[in-house]
């Protein structure tokens, strides 16, 4: 029997193997770190497994989505929710999965350590688009959500191609600035061809429900991998490959204006890849779809002048490097422990921060990406990977 636990600690995975094992066996583990590896749907795709077993608190709560996922996907394998002392011995409650996994959906509570009724209070289920399915893809499995959107794992049904799946909330069809910037971002990288930013396939209309097909990137994110810590010099090459994904965008005139960790996915050999254009923005094209007098990105990864609604260049999007290479660098989050509102004044008006003696080498080009000036930082993400390119 092979089963796939999921959980962060090393510790626990063990332990659970342990468990297994002493009641199976024969029975084979594969742990899943996913601080490294990310959503663990993506094994479910190339391994058959007897079970999962999942922290659901993993990855700061995304384990409940991603234990959802798994059950919505087809042929799913049983899933055993292990956060919380189960009050029976492991092995009952995986044969008890066992037993219920050939079973009607729905009749039964697989994750007896946590109510179903609370799992589905906790996470939203993944739609299985079936009464509009997107023609020409088959739907593997969820891999993440937003406020506005579900991205699942498919599969492009002429060639094979795993394909990132970004479907909208149906009500947003009805929003017309929502559905111009959804437009735009399919228009503006359609034709980009660059390693470093992740290729856009498709776009249309599942019913009411509007989706854009991107490249897959199996990697998972870079806030994963800040979490489970970087060297200075995978930190320095990953913000080169940064570089030279905006350079890439920058040369069409387009701004990200939303660069942040949870935007940068990263290939098998570490490579980054910038996604989610949803808030960039064409400098060639005059709009009106960004708010006036309101806050569109996230306010720790902004620049000083997103936060007192200046106009914004390409010198915008590398203060945003700036932050996430201190983060990188350090572990740690730039003005940790602020307020949303404080950290807006802060980036205005605050001291940058210093790093480390082990780090001070960094210092200089940390000082002009963060600095608070547009005309004080690197003018291009060109000029900046000349000076970190390793």
């Known amino acids: 029997m092979h089963f796939l636990i999921v959980d962060e600690s090393h510790e626990a995975r063990e332990a659970l193997a342990s468990m297994l094992r002493a009641h199976w066996r024969d029975a084979t583990v594969e742990p899943w770190n996913p601080l490294a590896l990310g959503n663990p749907i993506v094994a479910l795709t190339a391994t058959r497994y007897a079970a ?19 059950r919505g996907a087809p042929d799913a394998p049983p899933v055993v929710l292990v956060s919380e002392p189960a ?28 109510p179903l009724a609370e799992l589905k209070a906790t996470t939203r289920p993944a739609r299985a688009l079936t009464e509009h399915p997107v023609e020409g893809y088959r739907i593997l499995g969820r891999i993440g959500q937003g406020g506005s959107a579900e991205v ?70 870079l806030g994963a991998k800040i979490r489970e810590g970087l060297t200075s010099l995978q930190a320095l090459r990953i913000a080169a490959g940064i570089a030279r994904a905006l350079d890439a965008i920058h040369a069409r005139d387009i701004v990200h204006r939303d660069l942040k960790p949870a935007n940068i996915l990263l290939r098998e050999d570490g490579r980054p890849v910038l996604v989610d254009f949803g808030l960039a923005r064409n400098l060639k094209v005059e709009s009106s779809l960004t708010q ?23 010198r915008s999007d590398l203060y945003s490097l700036g932050v996430i290479f201190y983060e990188m660098l350090t572990g740690s989050k730039l003005f940790e422990g602020a307020s949303p509102g404080e950290i807006i004044s802060l980036h205005v008006n605050g001291e940058r921060p210093r790093l480390p003696t082990r780090l001070a080498g960094y210092q200089k080009v940390l000082d002009r990406l963060l600095a608070t000036r547009p005309a004080d930082r690197f003018q291009t993400a060109r000029e900046l990977f000349a000076n970190i390119s390793v």
Not at 292 to 313: F, H, K, W
Request: hydrophobic fraction near 40%.
């Open 52 to 70: 999962v077993l999942i922290d659901p608190r993993t990855a700061h709560g995304e384990g409940y989505g991603w234990a959802e996922a798994i």
């Open 87 to 114: 009050g029976e011995p492991l092995a009952r409650l995986v044969q008890d999965a066992l037993r219920a996994s050939s079973a009607p959906q729905g009749q039964y509570d697989l994750s007896r350590t946590m």
């Open 152 to 221: 699942f794992l498919a599969e492009r049904v002429h060639d094979g191609q795993r394909v990132a799946l970004k479907v909208l909330d149906e009500h947003l069809r009805d929003d017309v600035v929502f559905m111009k910037r959804f437009v735009r971002e399919y228009k503006m990288l359609a034709d980009l061809r660059n390693d470093y930013v992740a290729r856009i396939y498709d776009q249309g209309f599942a019913g009411e429900r509007p989706y854009i097909t991107i490249e897959y990137v199996s990697g998972g994110q």
């Open 292 to 314: 006036r007098g309101g806050l569109v990105a996230t306010p720790r990864y902004m620049s000083p002048e997103q936060c007192i609604d200046r106009p914004v260049d390409a």
